[in-house]
């Protein structure tokens, strides 16, 4: 199956060695291109040789004589590659085409493949999104290197290319879009054209505040009662007369002493928060339906045929 390797490259001279390395890693000359802006502006030639070269740029396969007469804007690329052509392409301008590439593309500077340069480059089975790159790049002064591969000659034909360090064209492109650039190079006929635009209604809402509540809290202090009992003690001292013999247990005649305590309550006062009740806010919501009516404006065309000059039968 065949494969394309595509390369986009920042100068002629870069797209001239990658092309003369691709050859002599067996890539065959027949089956590469090269795309590159013509970079000579072909007014300041004379009247006499542009025509010529216009003449030789459509018809891409003429062989090494055509590409001597023109190969010097790329450095004599006309003698490596087959076919060259000086052809001009809407939205992208005069550019150098070599390789089966300029035979694809003096068909669509003829009308023959639509789409210009996106489209040659589509019939070469690049996708459109690259294609459309691809051409943006070329219009931009880059050069395009195109080799129509095997599978087998696929990857060295893609580490030639790696080796010259070939423009990241996804970077590339989000730089130009970056700059304004819409993503697809106009390739289309000329044409006048009236837009036709129509205004729709877009209906959006906004929160606006309509009030509130809020809540404070502070701190108060009311007086409070409560009764406690306590308790007291208190020794009394009595003297009792007795008439009894003396026991063991009297331990008579030895130094004794015993005591008892008075003891007496006080209130002790302490205190315990506890909640008692909760302030709480909450919000209820409802939806309404509310009809907006306004007016939105439409630009019709209308076509009008204009009359002409009818011809006259001759006498």
Known sequence: MAKTVVGLFRSQEEARSVVEDLIQAGCRREDLSLVAKNERDLSEAGEEEVGEKEERGTKAGEGAATGAGIGAVLGGIGGILVGLGVLAIPG?????????????????????????????????????????????????????????????????????????????????????????????????????SIPVTQEELTVSKRAFDTGGVRIHSHVTEQPVTADVRLHQERVQVERMPADRPVSDADRAFQDRSIEARETNEEAVVGKTARVVEEVQLRKEGEDREERIEDKVRRTDVEVERLPGNEPRPQR
Not at 102 to 114: P, S
Not at 116 to 139: K, M, W
Request: negative net charge.
């Open 92 to 192: 992208v301008g005069p550019i150098i085409a070599a390789g089966p590439v300029a035979a694809t593309l003096a068909g669509a500077a003829g009308g023959a493949v639509a789409g210009g340069l996106i489209g040659g480059l589509v019939g070469l089975g690049i996708p459109e999104e690259e294609a459309g790159h691809y051409a943006e790049g070329v219009r931009r002064g880059h050069t395009l290197v195109i080799a129509k591969t095997s599978d087998a000659e696929a990857d060295s034909a893609s580490a030639v290319m790696n080796r010259h360090n070939p423009i990241d064209l996804h970077t590339e492109a989000a730089k130009w879009r970056a700059e304004g650039w819409s993503g697809r190079t106009y390739e289309g006929a000329a044409s006048s």
